[in-house]
């Protein structure tokens, strides 16, 4: 797993991460998110070793990155698809991966066939590749050394929607393995559908944590009634002490989970026409509603 305790990274007068602690566990995805500036990238960075902490700790396994013997056999790391030598191909850049972990150089041609890229596309320079090779290349990179751990930043940017496909049902086979994966991207719907878990930043501080389900269970349920039972559907919630809000024609949002707003319906007399989590936007909304004070559009994480 990753621990992460009471981190702060301060730079000159500005704390990027302030006193952050949070946990990866093992055989789960977890999504880190935030916006623009809100920290995640230099979190990240203090995982791995590039940007050395303020204050607090970072362990993988109840280890530094920066002790670990050979790291690329325990954590794989992308960060920056746009940081491998331009002038190298790729094939070159996976065989150094290979030959600095001391790993066999049948693992080069394993991941070249794990992430699509042919022989042809392997044999050409990084600077002549389009984003979304980059980013397999990366992944290749990452997983070449067969980690326990995976720390992604952003590993779907450039991809098509049958690579985010490949990538989201990689990810998920690497955590149901007992991997443990710590993703983060501004592709909500995908965070959404792959991770277990979210930890959500904001201004360098978490402002929420905890698995998926009870994190968007909070967004509360939709219930959707005939025109002319709505009002009375609205009352029998009030009188159960449950609040509701107008969300459409027909349709009221109830902060209250599906369960005990069927119950409340049935025991009225009104039957419904539709009754689900209110997570239509999803993660989206959780995530804006969370970081709506944190949003600095614009500004590098």
């Known amino acids: 797993m990753i ?4 981190l702060t990274k301060v730079y000159g007068g500005f704390r990027a991460v302030d006193d952050v602690t949070f946990t990866a566990e093992a055989g789960r995805v ?4 935030g916006p623009n500036g809100a920290g995640k990238s230099t979190t990240m960075r203090v995982m791995v070793g590039l940007t050395p902490p303020t204050s607090g700790t970072v362990t993988v396994d109840g280890h530094r990155f920066a002790d670990l013997p050979n790291p690329g056999l325990e954590v794989g790391v992308l960060l920056d698809a746009s940081a491998q030598h331009a ?8 065989t150094l991966a290979q030959e600095t972990m001391g790993l066999p ?4 041609d394993e991941m070249l066939e794990l992430v699509s ?3 042809s596309e392997s044999k050409r320079r990084v600077k002549d590749y389009s984003l979304g090779m980059r980013q397999r290349l990366g992944i290749a990179t990452a997983l070449i050394g067969d980690p326990r751990v995976l720390v992604l930043d952003e590993p779907a940017n450039g991809l098509d929607p049958a690579g985010i496909r490949w990538m989201r049902d990689l990810l998920r086979g690497y955590a ?13 719907h995908e965070i959404e559908v792959v991770a277990d878990d979210l930890v959500v930043i904001g201004q ?4 929420a944590s905890g698995t998926k389900a009870s994190l968007l269970a909070s967004a509360g349920t939709l219930v959707r ?4 039972r709505v009002d009375e559907l609205a009352g029998a919630l009030t009188a159960a002490g449950l609040s509701s809000t107008p969300a459409g024609a027909g349709t009221l949002r109830v902060d209250a989970e599906s369960a005990s707003v069927g119950e409340v319906a049935h025991a009225a007399g009104v039957p419904l026409v539709e009754l689900r989590p209110a997570d239509g936007a999803g993660l989206e909304e959780m995530f804006l509603e969370l970081t709506a004070e944190t949003a600095r559009e614009g500004v590098a994480a």
């Open 105 to 108: 150089r049948r693992r080069v």
């Open 3 to 6: 621990e992460v305790q009471s």
């Open 30 to 33: 977890t999504g880190f998110l």
């Open 204 to 207: 360098g501080r978490i402002v």
């Open 225 to 228: 009634a005939h025109a002319h």
């Open 87 to 94: 002038g190298r191909t790729g094939r070159e850049v996976l």
């Open 117 to 119: 890229l042919t022989a």
């Open 176 to 188: 149901d393995r007992g991997g443990t994966v710590l993703l983060s991207s501004h592709l909500l």
